[in-house]
């Protein structure tokens, strides 16, 4: 494949330029890694703290809990699949072609998308009665996952396809009873909370809800393109790319597939980014000087103080 189609000098240059922001990108979700490795609780005066007082007690912190996760998970998918790209990018020995491993580096890209879309629609939400709600609903879709699981398992040792000691086995069948009980007295209490939407639509509001918030440490990108606009690009070709879809073959060639990773890439960056700076705005003090130690990038400092102001300790 030639660099645009005919070898010029200027595909030479757009070229390159597309291989310089794949850098800067991958250079700013290695940034996150500290953040993503090194989990800490939240300010006992702040607001994600005061979402999960007296609530829930047997399963608190809920809030925080269902809104960490997901992006501890997203930066690490960030990370490695800025590193699969760096392989590429920083290749000297131009001797053997590098692979650009383009369905692990899309799916990547998604998942980080997904995971911190959810903590973006979960904690946006200015009503703190609303923000408990969604964690529940993200709880409820979560046990029935695991105890789909978990029947799937009971019914292995059951027919012997999978063996385990006896008091093995009949603790497991307890703990998957008890599972059950909580899964279906929660979900029975419809009023109690928020299902999330499938990952695609939730992903789609958390770009809108960036749009409607632009972060201050943007530097143009979500101010001039926004943020449901990539995100929406960027889900479609990766799906297809990911599930090996020939169609999206139509707008790899030519070197377009480099454009396609370094967008994938700033739709991932810019969500993770964001949901990263949302949950320390809820997890920080809002009057006292903050216990957490800043494991996130200092350019992020900025919109942590804006989003919160969104979200006062007291509302």
């Known amino acids: 494949m030639s660099i645009d189609g005919n070898g010029t000098l200027e595909g030479l240059e757009q070229f390159m330029a597309r291989l310089g922001r794949i850098d800067a990108r991958a250079a700013r979700a290695g940034a996150l890694t500290t953040w993503g490795l090194h989990p ?59 692979q650009l491993r383009a369905p692990s580096v899309m799916g990547l890209c998604r998942s980080a998308v997904e995971s911190s879309g959810r903590t973006i629609w979960l904690l946006g939400n200015q009503d703190r009665d609303v923000r408990r709600q969604r964690a529940v609903g993200l709880l409820v879709n979560e046990l029935k996952q695991q105890t789909n699981y978990n029947g799937n398992e009971v019914d292995n040792l059951r027919t012997g396809k999978i063996a385990a000691p006896p008091q093995q086995r009949k603790a497991f069948e307890k703990g998957h009873k008890e599972l059950l009980i909580e899964y279906n007295q929660l979900k029975s209490n419809t009023a109690a909370y928020e299902s999330p939407p499938g990952f695609g639509t939730t992903t789609e509001r958390a770009a809108d809800w960036i749009d409607e918030h632009i972060p201050p440490h943007d530097r143009g990108e979500l101010a001039k393109g926004g943020m449901a606009i990539g995100v929406r690009r960027m889900y479609s070709i990766s799906s297809a790319v990911g599930h090996g879809m020939q169609w999206a073959n139509d707008y790899a060639r030519n070197g377009d597939l480099f454009a396609m990773l370094a967008e994938a890439l700033a739709a991932s960056v810019n969500m993770t980014e964001c949901a990263v700076a949302l949950i320390e705005a809820h997890s920080q003090s809002p009057t006292n000087a903050t216990r957490r130690r800043r494991q996130y990038p200092r350019q992020l400092e900025p919109t942590i103080t804006e989003w919160k102001r969104l979200f006062p300790s007291t509302a």
């Not at 005061?50 to 992006?71: K, Q, T």
């Not at 699949?81 to 290749?91: D, P």
């Open 40 to 98: 800490q609780r939240a300010d006992p005066d702040s607001s994600l703290a005061l979402d999960d007082a007296g609530f829930m007690p047997d399963r608190s912190p809920l809030v925080e809990s269902m809104a960490l996760w997901p992006i501890m998970a997203a930066t690490d998918s960030l990370t490695t699949a800025s590193e699969l790209m760096l392989r590429v990018t920083k290749k000297t020995d131009f001797s053997t072609k590098a």
